[in-house]
């Protein structure tokens, strides 16, 4: 079965940097997430959409921002990189509430590792 | 205020023992959902089972099988004997039901199995 995907994979940026994370979700899924997990942490929400509109907000720094495509792929933009932003980001995606039984389980994508220097 | 703990912070085990991973979660919320997920070494997050608030029937699924009781808030997850690929970190999550609420973690419990 068709999963999340994820690019890049693994990215090294300087500090001061910009950086662009894109997920493509399941095919049908109409809800995307954005997770930051840092090293031996569990992961934190950041961010997410619902058709296309933003739908609810965690803890995304004002440096950060995202949106989602008319196809549904979700972008996560980061701008002035800090030492502090390094972590695995998750994007993870669900069908929404008229979904059935399937509905509003999170499945998550591989990952991208963000490496700040 | 949400809340998941995982108070087993590592566990470790021989292989084909059986291992219980314990959870407890808060909420104020009448409707919600509760998840597992496994963190192999790899860093995927793998989803394991999802429980909805108004359904405590247990589940089994091979060697795994989960224990939801609400009069106690926990969500506990029985590992039956252990493998070493179940060496893992395992997550706890939960959110309200319904609306695409955001996941809110436990603090994992890292599990490692031995020869």
């Known amino acids: 079965a068709a999963g999340v995907i994820q690019s890049p994979r693994h990215l090294i940026k300087e500090k001061r940097e910009t950086a662009t994370l894109k997920c493509y979700p399941i095919?049908?899924?109409?809800?995307v997430y954005w997770y930051q997990q840092g090293p031996g942490q569990d992961p934190q929400f950041l961010i997410s959409f619902y058709e296309k509109m933003q739908s609810d907000k965690g803890s995304i720094p004002d440096r950060f921002s995202a949106q989602q495509f008319s196809d549904y792929h979700s972008e996560l933009n980061m701008s002035s990189l800090e030492l502090g932003d390094s972590a695995l980001y998750f994007c993870?995606?669900?069908?929404?509430?008229?979904?059935?039984?399937?509905?509003?389980?999170?499945?998550f994508g591989p990952g991208t590792r963000l490496t700040v220097l | 205020a949400q809340k998941v703990t995982q108070a087993q912070t590592e566990i470790s085990v021989v292989e084909k023992e059986d291992v219980t991973l314990d959870c407890v979660y808060e909420t104020r919320d009448t409707t919600y959902y509760l998840f597992w997920y496994k963190q192999p070494p790899s860093g995927e997050l793998v989803f394991l089972i999802r429980r909805n608030s108004f359904d405590e029937q247990n589940e089994i699924s091979g060697r795994y099988s989960w224990n939801f009781q609400k009069s106690t808030s926990s969500f506990n997850f029985t590992i039956t004997a252990s493998q070493v690929v179940d060496s893992a970190v395992y997550f706890c999550a939960h959110t309200y039901g319904g609306s695409q609420g955001n996941l809110i973690f436990g603090k994992g419990t890292k599990l490692s199995v031995k020869p």
């Open positions: 095919p049908r899924h109409d809800t």
């Open positions: 993870a995606s669900s069908l929404g509430g008229a979904g059935g039984r399937e509905s509003d389980t999170q499945y």
